[in-house]
């Protein structure tokens, strides 16, 4: 048996799927959708009155507002990045950066996984106040870094998914 026969394959095989994305298009896809995050912490802190408080009080926060507009924002980015990937595996980032979400037994749009997906990553935010929001989702985004063979978050381990090409 040659050397060749033993080693195994960079990747396995992914059910038929295109190969995996790289985890610079998963960051620069996730840097677009944090410009969308960014427009809605923008506009739930204007809504709450947090925006208005913190201009007109320089150094001070109403944090009671904070809190509102942060749960707001978490609240419809969730219903963002849910919708986005039951519906086609893709948010604007992904779309962007021509990767998609995919099943990882079969590579189908994750439908309810995705829902799944969009809730480990998104939902921790709401304890950025305490840090522990913060530390998740570094840890979370850097574990596809070490994670083998497929490079997959915690949020795809939760889930169930892995991040594809979605060029065919």
Not at 51 to 66: A, F, I, N, R, S
Request: with cysteine; glycine share 10%.
């Amino acid at each position: 048996m040659s050397p060749d026969q033993l080693s195994s394959p960079p990747y396995p095989d992914l059910a038929g799927m295109p190969p995996l994305a790289t985890p610079g298009q998963r960051f620069v896809a996730r840097l677009i959708d944090g410009l969308v995050l960014g427009v809605i912490w923008t506009v739930a802190l204007g809504m709450t009155g947090a925006l208005q408080y913190g201009m007109e009080h320089p150094g001070e926060q109403d944090l009671g507002k904070v809190m509102s507009a942060l749960t707001i924002t978490m609240a419809v980015y969730f219903g963002y990045e849910g919708t986005m990937l039951a519906r086609s595996g893709q948010t604007l980032g992904k779309k962007a950066m021509r990767i998609r979400v995919a099943v990882l037994s079969d590579g189908n749009i994750p439908g309810r996984q995705g829902w799944v997906r969009a809730a480990v990553y998104t939902l921790p935010g709401l304890l950025i106040p305490i840090l522990v929001g913060t530390l998740f989702w570094v840890l979370n985004v850097v574990w596809q870094l070490w994670d083998k063979p497929y490079r997959r978050c915690l949020h795809d381990k939760a889930a169930r998914t892995v991040v594809v090409s979605a060029v065919q």
